[in-house]
């Protein structure tokens, strides 16, 4: 069964920068839509972006005009570009796809945003 590897996270100061990549650990069908959620501390999972196969992408108001989503269908990757993050972005990231009607989740990857 194929999983999603995610990478990309780490520790960085308020106002900086992460670049998180998602990608499936063998080849793959293209997939269809794909996404990345967060889930903080004591939190729901919420969404934070996701992107159709068409490239038409959708944002959560909390992390407009801070991030960007974006997929490389050559490699079967989608990408998160995290700008001017905030202390509020520390969260677990979970990278999230869909093929042919079944749902694939990555393990996550730890963002922490020290202020």
């Known amino acids: 069964q194929v999983q999603l590897v995610e990478s990309g996270g780490g520790l960085v100061q308020a106002g900086g920068s992460l670049r998180l990549s998602c990608a499936p650990s063998r080849r793959f069908f293209v997939f269809n839509a794909m996404g990345w959620y967060r889930q903080a501390p004591g939190k729901e999972r919420e969404l934070v972006a996701d992107i159709s196969s068409g490239s038409i992408t959708n944002y959560a108001d909390s992390v407009k005009g801070r991030f960007s989503i974006s997929r490389d269908n050559a490699k079967n990757t989608v990408y998160l570009q995290m700008n001017s993050l905030e202390a509020e972005d520390t969260a677990r990231y979970y990278c999230?796809?869909?093929?042919?009607?079944?749902?694939?989740w990555g393990q996550g990857t730890q963002v922490t945003v020290s202020s």
């Open positions: 999230k796809a869909r093929y042919n009607g079944i749902v694939y």
